[in-house]
């Protein structure tokens, strides 16, 4: 056992997840229950739980962490309740309504039966009141995807700033309690400076009354096209950012009071590392589920496979992602809480389908709905929720233990869930309480797997092609449901299903990614000269991101030796409307023919990727609209260990007896086993239960279970 260690954490709704590894590649894993007014709580016993399974304390641990990092949740709490800051928003006159208008995308976050009926479709409540968001004369120009010379150059002030609405406005807020300003005028992405001037003159009024209010604009956060989701992006960071900044500094001051002498990392959207005062907080939005990605792609690229469908189910969501030809998804944009921001996110559709789903029935019908509440840490019935969930169904059938919860540490209460559900499930239905509790089950392993199948046959791709990882605290347990309902090519989980998102974080790399519009049309008609010229923006762009990104990391202390760059651009071709592609560039420069010729073949590259030959318009040229850098910085990752293969027999020792559990209308006995007693090379025939201290392994009749050299569970 080394004495250097490595810390991630996935604060869900339900679980703070903790994995501790080291560098021999040992990996340990805590629980707890989350506390979501004090996050530092749930921290510390999650890390302290982790630290006992490996031997040490935690302020062992703390003292010599290479790297703590830690995904939460506060950012998507404080959206979903409302509860975040009063917010002022100055915008170019005549898009006040902007914030209420959206873009008309009334159907996020909306089941496929719900999107049918438009009549019933409502706006998403806006992150700022109309009173306050206040109209500034001012006007940039955005230039024009057609040739150089046909309009008015992009980035050309065509009505300058009125400073005296601007001041107007800025002493409005104050004197409304206004607790953020945020700015956003059109066309900022060519030319910031009327937001920059508007901000020094808020800034100057909030000093003169001696007050302290941040003040944000686009530019600085979101210098991209698309002002609906631009203005979404930047509403969510004055909404939140602050009061979520605030709990990941107490986390990271209860790390530093244990004995952590480093700045606290967290994870952002598209996979990267940072600090928690990374300058775009908003990126940090629901990226606990993008860890499960990207620790679903280390394991793909360590057991050589192309296709992966990963499936997180924990107690409150079920979030799936799709690797396709080895390439993690990446999204130009994020649906969450039904909004949508302009942010590069790891492709994740989620539903609110997890094991503390409420369970309601309609007594005059005699109808079961599930959802859309969850118990969250509450569980059920059994622990302390008001309303029966999955989680009391899966207890009474015998697939959980009431000693088992978090380890023992926390008892269930069986018998309280079985009265539940029986007066509220089993006798408004007219039906046996257990008879009643399987239908609950099938209702849920049909969501689940209509989700995985429609996220997957909607885009054109065949279950049939991909592997099944599915993990999280409940993913073992429904494993077997899921896979009746998916075709897949083959279904696995891991022994560390109940950190694996806190695993995957530790996968993660250490980079910053920073994007801008640029305005670069190659048209055919262009000359070869010409070309260059007008794609030489690309690598102006370049340059400037590449300063920023110095900055940036720089006050984080890594000095500009250690930081190292990919390039990339957003393109499409002429005349294609809304959807732009982003693709890697081999090298970040543009001087002669052949790097405009690069430019267009990384495009058109990820473009064959997605669509097929015949889709292609070459004829039309290219626009390219975004210009991006991936500043890394290298660390460590955590090694997969690979073992030795031994019996098929599991080691007696392992045994944990039996228990009855219900399956198909009769009660069966499911041997028991201990999680931590099996090896690469054992196999597990059903009926069975595996038992960890932070999940349940349910194998069916007929079913079995086989673990290979990276102690992967295949399930057969």
């Known amino acids: 056992m080394t004495d250097r260690y490595f810390l991630t954490l996935d604060a869900g709704g339900t679980m703070t997840d903790c994995y501790l590894s080291d560098e021999e590649g040992n990996g340990y894993i805590g629980k707890s229950l989350t506390v979501p007014d004090n996050q530092a709580?749930?921290?510390?016993?999650?890390?302290?739980?982790a630290a006992q399974e490996a031997g040490v304390t935690r302020s062992q641990v703390h003292a010599t962490a290479q790297m703590v990092i830690y995904a939460g949740t506060t950012l998507t709490n404080l959206v979903v309740t409302g509860t975040g800051a009063k917010v002022g928003l100055l915008v170019t006159r005549g898009f006040e309504h902007y914030p209420a208008i959206e873009r008309g995308l009334t159907w996020l976050g909306q089941t496929r039966l719900e999107q049918a009926k438009w009549q019933l479709h409502e706006h998403t409540a806006p992150l700022v009141s109309l009173r306050h968001v206040k109209g500034i004369s001012e006007r940039i120009l955005g230039g024009s995807p057609y040739r150089a010379g046909s309009q008015l150059a992009e980035g050309r002030v065509f009505i300058p700033l009125n400073e005296k609405e601007v001041e107007d406005a800025a002493h409005f807020f104050l004197d409304e309690g206004i607790e953020a300003i945020g700015i956003i005028f059109l066309c900022s992405y060519t030319n910031p400076s009327h937001e920059r001037q508007a901000k020094a003159i808020a800034e100057r009024v909030i000093a003169e009354r001696g007050q302290t209010v941040p003040v944000v604009i686009s530019a600085d956060i979101c210098p991209r096209r698309q002002e609906s989701t631009r203005m979404k992006s930047l509403l969510v960071e004055c909404y939140g950012a602050e009061r979520?900044?605030?709990?990941?500094?107490?986390?990271?001051?209860?790390?530093?009071?244990?004995?952590y002498p480093y700045e606290l990392g967290t994870l952002l959207l598209y996979g990267a590392v940072a600090s928690i005062r990374h300058p775009r907080l908003y990126e940090t939005v629901v990226s606990g589920p993008i860890g499960g990605i990207l620790g679903g792609k280390a394991l793909a690229d360590t057991k050589g496979w192309q296709n992966v469908v990963c499936c997180d189910l924990g107690g409150t969501t079920f979030d799936v992602g799709a690797i396709v030809d080895g390439l993690l998804p990446v999204a130009r944009s994020l649906d969450f809480a039904r909004h949508r921001l302009n942010a590069p996110a790891l492709g994740i559709d989620s539903i609110g389908s997890g094991a503390g789903t409420e369970i309601h029935v309609d007594p005059r019908y005699k109808r079961v709905s599930l959802g859309p509440h969850s118990a969250g840490p509450q569980v059920g019935v059994c622990l302390n929720h008001p309303e029966?969930?999955?989680?009391?169904?899966?207890?009474?059938?015998?697939?959980?233990?009431?000693n088992n919860f978090l380890g023992g540490r926390v008892k269930l209460d069986r018998d309280k869930a079985l009265a539940a559900l029986e007066e509220r499930l089993a006798r408004p239905l007219?039906?046996?309480?257990?008879?009643?509790?399987?239908?609950?089950?099938?209702?849920?392993?049909?969501?689940?797997?209509?989700?995985?199948?429609?996220?997957?046959?909607?885009?054109?791709?065949?279950?049939g092609a991909y592997v099944l990882l599915v993990y999280g605290g409940s993913g073992p347990l429904h494993l077997w449901g899921v896979a009746e309902r998916v075709e897949a090519a083959a279904v696995c989980t891991v022994p560390w299903a109940a950190a694996f998102s806190a695993w995957g974080i530790s996968v993660a790399e250490n980079f910053s990614r920073i994007e801008k519009t640029v305005v670069c049309t190659l048209s055919p008609e262009l000359t070869p000269n010409e070309r260059i010229e007008e794609a030489r923006k690309v690598a102006t762009a370049w340059r400037e991101l590449e300063e920023q990104a110095y900055a940036e990391l720089a006050r984080v202390g890594f000095a500009r030796e250690k930081i190292h760059f990919r390039y990339g651009i957003s393109a499409r071709y002429v005349g294609q409307l809304f959807v732009s592609?982003?693709?890697?560039?081999p090298h970040g420069t543009v001087e002669t023919q052949h790097d405009v010729e690069v430019l267009v073949e990384s495009f058109e590259k990820e473009f064959g990727r997605i669509y097929p030959v015949a889709g292609r318009f070459p004829e039309a040229g290219y626009q390219i609209d975004g210009a991006f850098i991936e500043a890394v910085v290298d660390k460590r990752a955590p090694i997969t260990r690979q073992f030795a293969f031994g019996d098929n027999t599991p080691d007696p020792a392992a045994a944990k007896?039996?228990?009855?559990?219900?399956?198909?209308?009769?009660?069966?006995?499911?041997?028991?086993?201990?999680?931590?007693?099996?090896?690469?090379?054992?196999?597990?025939?059903?009926?069975?239960?595996?038992?960890?201290?932070m999940t349940t392994f349910v194998i069916p009749p007929g079913k079995r279970v086989e673990w290979d050299e990276h102690q992967i569970l295949w399930y057969r």
């Open 388 to 402: 029966i969930t999955v989680a009391d169904v899966d207890l009474v059938l015998g697939y959980l233990s009431p």
């Open 657 to 693: 007896g039996r228990r009855q559990a219900y399956w198909k209308k009769e009660w069966l006995d499911f041997k028991l086993w201990d999680m931590d007693g099996l090896r690469a090379g054992n196999v597990v025939e059903g009926p069975a239960i595996i038992e960890h201290a």
């Open 581 to 585: 592609w982003s693709a890697h560039v």
């Open 244 to 259: 979520t900044r605030a709990q990941l500094l107490a986390v990271e001051a209860a790390a530093r009071a244990d004995q």
């Open 41 to 49: 709580e749930s921290y510390l016993e999650a890390v302290a739980d």
């Open 430 to 463: 007219g039906i046996e309480v257990y008879e009643a509790c399987e239908g609950v089950l099938d209702m849920i392993h049909d969501s689940l797997g209509d989700h995985i199948n429609g996220s997957l046959l909607s885009r054109g791709l065949s279950p």
